[in-house]
């Protein structure tokens, strides 16, 4: 009988990553909610100290796979070492982040085990009368959210995007159990040589990892205009996104998309700048920690949802909003 939430945790370079953190938390939830277990599955190679971290972030049970095979990601190892553990603990949900890994690593083990897998998620909740995991999840172009379900197979299976579900808070004194299996890999299950490993310094942060965002939309006028919304995030020490409008007219690039289609964040503080506030961008920013909107139109929908709201010309309050953090930083500086 199939029992318990299984979450992927995500490593990279032995770093957990932040999405699996986030899982354990909605799977806590969802485990409460069925009267059944969080375990926490981390694979890779020296990583054996980490899975203690996941203790302390909800998990019951951690299953360690430490080999160097799993050093770094490749499809078949990562594959079958997932599908032996699916087979022998035999869990009622697997979930994994929406990541590059988890978005190659899921659909493959879905083939595998014969189960349906909801990609992209960005709400999952256990329906009270049948039990099975209600999966919701942006269709037709981010227009209509569709609620998925996986009546007949085991495991229920979802990918998540990351920022969407909120982590536990750190808890040292929380106590669980850690299994290590041991998975016997054969020279053929590596069937993609690394030859050489290349990482892209970029000093830019993810838009979901950013405590502050200064978000533009159409309102901003035209791809130059950015530059204004640039400099405020810098004396922040944020990040630019925008909405979808501005992504499709090309004015900014896709990972800066905030929105059902787009990425979803929680930054301290969101600027909301020449955004009109379509459902489709709030359900990507609504949980946000403070929401600021610059708007000249008193009606817009993001007004409904900020916490503090403008309304007036934005190209005249943003720079006046500029030299007010220049002035306040440079008395900071005299003191």
């Avoid at 370079?13 to 799977?27: R, S, Y």
């Avoid at 079958?80 to 083990?109: F, Q, T």
């Avoid at 943003?318 to 440079?330: A, D, M, S, T």
Wanted: net charge negative; glycine share 8%; proline share 4%.
């Amino acid at each position: 009988m199939s029992k318990d939430i299984f979450v992927f945790i995500e490593q990279r370079d032995g770093e957990l990553q932040k999405v699996g953190i986030e899982l354990l938390g909605k799977a806590r939830e969802l485990a409460d909610a069925l009267g059944q277990k969080v375990v926490a599955i981390l694979l890779g190679s020296n990583i054996k100290s980490k899975a203690e971290v996941l203790i302390h972030y909800g998990a019951n049970k951690v299953i360690l796979v430490d080999n160097k095979i799993l050093e770094e990601y490749v499809t078949e190892p990562y594959t079958k070492a997932i599908y032996e553990i699916v087979k022998k603990y035999e869990p009622e949900i697997v979930l994994y982040g929406a990541s590059s890994i988890g978005r190659d690593l899921a659909p493959r083990l879905a083939s595998r085990i014969h189960t349906g897998l909801t990609a992209d998620c960005t709400a999952l909740e256990i329906d009270e009368k049948t039990k099975n995991l209600l999966m919701t999840r942006p269709a037709f172009g981010g227009n209509l959210m569709a609620t998925i379900v996986c009546e007949d197979y085991r495991p229920q299976m979802a990918t998540v995007r990351p920022g969407v579900m909120k982590a536990l808070n750190n808890n040292p004194n929380a106590q669980g159990e850690i299994i290590e299996e041991n998975i016997e890999f054969k020279d053929t299950d590596m069937n993609v040589v690394i030859k050489e490993i290349k990482k892209e310094n970029n000093k830019k942060r993810e838009i979901t990892e950013a405590p502050i965002l200064v978000s533009g939309g159409r309102g901003v006028g035209s791809p130059a205009k950015f530059s204004m919304l640039q400099e405020l995030a810098d004396l922040l020490n944020g990040e630019v996104s925008a909405s979808r409008a501005v992504v499709d007219a090309g004015w900014m690039p896709k990972d800066k998309q905030v929105g059902q289609t787009g990425k979803t964040v929680r930054p301290d503080v969101y600027f909301a700048i020449g955004i009109s506030g379509a459902i489709q961008h709030l359900a990507g920013m609504e949980e946000s920690g403070m929401i600021i909107a610059i708007n000249k139109d008193e009606g817009a929908g993001i007004f409904d949802v900020a916490d503090l709201g403008i309304v007036g010309d934005l190209h005249v309050i943003v720079p006046k909003v500029i030299e007010l953090i220049k002035k306040v930083k440079e008395q900071k500086e005299i003191k």
